[in-house]
């Protein structure tokens, strides 16, 4: 039985190893830095690797870990003694330089990315979570440890404000090069 219990350690170990892009593309969409996206990522890691006997579940390794990530960055967050409520915090908009023209589909990207750093925190770290990670609400909800009401009504707005941010961009785009 021993044997046993520490080859499922070992395969989720392994698990907990491979889920580091995810943690980093995830912790990117939050801070839109590579270097704190790298710490974060590697932090949770860390924290999980050292903590897994505090996962109840192996099924929710997964939500587990981005519990953890979430952790990490609020941690961070708070070492730069930033307000958090989710309402005001406003993250600056990402460093990614605007489409360019190597690429439609790299400028939808870009577009995508800049929209999703200006959202707040709190919708920021929703809509990535539902919409690029695919969790469920009431696992984003555990993630984040806030009510699935929230989720739903954060998701409902930052997909509005995405919405108009991509819509009015083209436009703009378009009285820029009229006035060249």
Known sequence: MK???SREQRELVEQIKASRVRLYRLAFAWCHDAVLADDLAQEALTRGLSRLEQLRESARLMSWLFAILNR?????L???REDLDDEV???LPSDL????????????VNRVRAAVAVLPLGQRQVVTLVDLEDFSYAEVAEILAIPIGTVMSRLCRARGSLRGLLLEAPAAQQRLRSVK
């Open 89 to 91: 915090l406003a993250e």
């Open 3 to 5: 044997w046993l219990q």
């Open 97 to 108: 330089p605007g489409p360019d023209s190597h690429a439609e589909r790299q400028q939808t």
């Open 72 to 76: 990490c960055w609020i941690d961070h």
């Open 78 to 80: 708070r070492t730069r």
